[in-house]
């Protein structure tokens, strides 16, 4: 079992529908609990190994980090391909984009593993400068609000870095002609039960009306994947980045396909203390140096998911 099929039925969901984490930290911060703490986590520093003061934009950053020569980030190691543990390293798409902001930055960018529903409290706290981890930046979050409005905390700002929706993993070939999740009235389709996509299937099913979806659901995504490869059913559906690092890796890239394009997509950020604008910035100004060099490019490319490039740096452009 891969890292990806353990994270259906926990962070996943919250990093998407974006709600469900925040409640979670918000209760946290109440009472004076939830932050990362040093058992059991992994760290890995990557662009360099010393500070660099003649980086382009070494200058940019608070002197505080310049001193430190490190920007310290808290992610969740388990969501390949995003970020996950390999050989004792935290590897995958957010180290590799740090590691190329590192080097304009001039600075270390030094992962932290942690647990999703802790990482805005890290920030809070001031135990990381940074959180990294497929997080969908949307209002409450940037507010500090729960579910339910109520404020919850500071809110954080984000540094948009990466563009995410749902996509249709289909056998290799697409052989029923998958395009759209319409395409799928009157068919068979696979998901791992107690999910968003299952969610998302079922309101398709809503839609298709007569014409019905059938929707048979499984323990793990691996079993769902399993019954699309045996000509079972027609469609999985997960996050776009794992579906397209299962393309990737899956018989050795000869089992699936992704069809159509991404539906509800949303913005991934570098969350940020709103106290600290300076990093917030400069942070922007590595990204937007990054995507005009190409490594940015680079590191999408190799793990199979430039589909999800933004073209320019953002700020809070989440919803």
């Known amino acids: 079992m891969t890292a990806s099929t353990t994270r259906r039925t926990t962070a996943a969901r919250s990093r998407i529908a974006a709600v469900g984490a925040i409640a979670v930290a918000g209760a946290l911060i109440l009472t004076g609990c939830g932050d990362q703490t040093d058992k059991g986590s992994s760290s890995t520093p990557s662009g360099g190994t010393s500070k660099d003061s003649s980086a382009p934009l070494f200058s940019a950053l608070p002197k505080k980090i310049q001193d430190a020569g490190v920007i310290k980030i808290g992610t969740d190691s388990a969501y390949a391909p995003m970020e996950f543990v390999e050989g004792g390293k935290i590897v995958g798409v957010d180290p590799d984009i740090a590691e190329a902001l590192g080097k304009q930055l001039g600075v270390k960018m030094q992962f932290t593993a942690g647990t999703f529903d802790g990482l805005i409290t890290s920030i809070y706290t001031g135990r990381e400068d940074a959180i990294m981890s497929s997080i969908t930046d949307n209002k409450k979050r940037q ?98 980045p794992v579906a397209a690092y299962t393309v990737k890796t899956s018989g050795g890239g000869n089992d699936f396909e992704v069809a159509g394009q991404q539906s509800d997509v949303g913005l991934f950020g570098i969350g940020v203390s709103k106290e600290n604008t300076q990093l917030r910035d400069a942070l922007k100004q590595a990204l937007d140096a990054i995507i005009k060099d190409g490594s940015y490019a680079k590191a999408l490319e190799k793990w199979n998911v430039q589909d999800s490039a933004v073209k320019s740096a953002t700020v809070n452009a989440g919803q």
């Open 143 to 240: 507010e500090g609000l729960d579910d339910k409005g109520q404020k919850i905390g500071k809110g954080i700002d984000f540094v948009d870095y990466f563009s995410s929706g749902l996509s249709l993993l289909v056998k290799k070939g697409n052989p029923e002609g998958i395009k759209s999740m319409d395409d799928l009235c009157g068919k068979t389709v696979a998901v791992q039960r107690g999910t968003i996509y299952e969610d998302a299937f079922k309101a398709q099913a809503e839609k298709c009306g007569d014409k019905k979806l059938t929707i048979q659901a499984f323990d793990t995504d691996a079993e769902a994947q399993t019954r699309v490869k045996a000509g079972g059913a027609v469609a999985d559906l997960n996050d776009y």
